[in-house]
């Protein structure tokens, strides 16, 4: 079994940055893929960030890509998400998730089993 804590939420104003920590216990993680989603009110859980295996290769959604940065630390349990530029529209609640078997980054929720309880971020304009 694995566990997902996110922290790092909080409320900031348009422009600027926070980190989310996703730390995790239970089962190493390192060998698991590892995405960020981000659920607004109203509107479905979308993907914003994943990371493989290894950390190598980083995948974002469009509408993040050059703002956000997804990071994993091995020794550490850890996976971070690096929020710059933050716009109001980047409001939401923040999960992170684990995927033990695909080989690489995926973007459907389905296909993560493990998720954290998530973390608000509030962007004010």
């Known amino acids: 079994q694995v566990q997902l804590v996110e922290s790092g939420g909080g409320l900031v104003q348009a422009g600027g940055s926070l980190r989310l920590s996703c730390a995790t216990s239970g089962r190493t993680v390192s060998n698991y893929v590892m995405g960020w989603f981000r659920q607004a009110p109203g509107k479905e859980r979308e993907f914003v960030a994943g990371?493989?295996?290894?950390?190598?290769?980083?995948y974002y959604a469009d509408s993040v890509k050059g703002r956000f940065t997804i990071s994993r630390d091995s020794a550490k349990n850890t996976v971070y998400l690096q929020m710059n530029s933050l716009k109001p529209e980047d409001t939401a609640v923040y999960y992170c998730?684990?995927?033990?078997?695909?080989?690489?980054?995926?973007?459907?929720?389905?296909?993560?089993?493990?998720w954290g309880q998530g973390t608000q971020v509030t962007v004010s304009s």
């Open positions: 990371v493989s295996r290894r950390g190598g290769v980083t």
């Open positions: 998730a684990a995927d033990p078997f695909r080989a690489g980054v995926g973007a459907s929720p389905s296909g993560y089993d493990y």
